[in-house]
């Protein structure tokens, strides 16, 4: 009687409850202390993380609360008439956890959301060329959560672990690692624009490929796990117009039919000779990876027909004006202007059916 008069409801006096002395208190006050104390504790979000992926859940959105009065009883606070409780009452205690109670379905909703944040396909690594600067992409892995045993971590863990707490999940590896993208960086993007190729041409000369043509003619494709760095001729072909335009080529011309002392006449087209983008990749791909004293080639030239022939022209039987017309206006100086500017743009062309 006479400790259960001392002790009343006091906690006993070691007591702990998720890291909260409540030792020696009332009920009443060990209730309120935990609940000022662990409150704060209990509502920081969750750090999580699967793999590489980082989320944050807040307790309250999962479901997880403290019942910070069978805490207390559970430490062992609340009179009691059993001389064994008062001793320990007087004497002893420990640390215990902390009740928490938690909403299961809204538990599960909550880590089904946490799936579609953390889940994703595995990333392969990649390499691509901005101007002639290299441009990498980091391999990621892939995640998948496992919802059982995520409900399972974040309850058990829940006040007990500081730091973050690691869900369990399916890791998948991306086919093309960082490694590969770090080998064709080495071996083939840096030295294929580390300075121009020079192309002599048979007979008309020699221009420059910049290593800006090239960068912009040159593609990284993943095929079989594996990064294949690929010239496209067309690109190629496309971005050395500029440097081939002030090579002496001879430029191809049209057959045409024009009026000659008042009739018609086939004018015969000239064929002439030109790059082909597939020679100049043929030329070009075997020196991408040499240093800069040994990226000269020699490319032989092609003939380059016209794209109208004089058969064609010939095909199309002109063989007298249909038609004439003379205009009369006012003398103005607007009107000679735009008349023989009209003209001279129209003279010469060949108006097909």
């Keep these: 009687v006479a400790g259960y008069l001392i002790t009343g409801d006091k906690v006993p006096r070691k007591a702990q409850i998720s890291g909260v ?45 403290v019942d910070y009065a069978k805490s207390v009883e559970a430490a062992g606070g609340g009179p009691s008439l059993n001389p064994l409780r008062i001793l320990k009452t007087l004497t002893g205690g420990s640390a215990i956890d902390a009740v928490v ?24 690594a990649a390499v691509a060329y901005r101007g002639t600067k290299i441009k990498q992409k980091h391999a990621k ?43 064709v960086v080495a071996t083939f993007a840096k030295p294929a624009v580390s ?31 594996n990064i294949q760095p690929v010239l496209d001729e067309k690109k190629l072909r496309r971005n050395a117009d500029p440097a ?14 024009r009026l000659v002392n008042g009739k018609p006449k086939v004018i015969p087209a000239v064929n002439g000779t030109t790059v082909t983008a597939d020679n100049l990749k043929k030329a070009v791909e075997p020196v991408l990876v040499k240093p800069a004293a040994e990226r000269r080639v020699s ?24 038609g004439k017309f003379t205009t009369y206006f006012p003398y103005a100086a607007y009107r000679n ?17």
């Design 244 to 257: 081939i335009e002030k090579v002496e080529l001879v430029e191809p011309k049209n057959a045409t039919v």
């Design 299 to 322: 490319v032989q030239l092609t003939g380059a027909k016209a794209a109208f022939s004089t058969a064609e022209a010939t095909k199309l039987r002109i063989k007298q004006v249909t």
């Design 21 to 65: 002395a409540v030792g020696g208190l009332s009920g009443s006050e060990a209730i309120e202390k935990l609940s000022v104390e662990l409150g704060a504790r209990a509502a920081e979000p969750l750090n999580l993380t699967v793999g590489e992926k980082q989320a944050q859940l807040k307790p309250a959105d999962a479901g997880l609360a």
């Design 101 to 124: 109670t938690v909403d299961q379905a809204k538990l599960e909703a909550a880590v089904g959301q946490l799936g579609k944040t953390i889940n994703h396909e595995p990333v392969d």
């Design 141 to 183: 892995e892939g995640t998948v959560l496992r919802q059982d045993g995520a409900t399972a971590t974040i309850t058990s863990s829940f006040l007990k672990v500081t730091g973050p707490i690691a869900l369990p999940g399916d890791i998948t590896q991306p086919a093309i690692t960082d490694d590969e993208a770090d080998k």
């Design 195 to 225: 300075a121009p190729i020079k192309v002599k041409l048979s007979g008309a000369g020699s221009f420059e490929i910049s290593p800006k043509m090239l960068a912009g003619s040159i593609e990284f494709l993943a095929r079989d796990g």
């Design 337 to 353: 202007i735009n008349i023989g500017r009209a003209a001279a743009l129209i003279n010469g062309t060949l108006l097909k059916p």
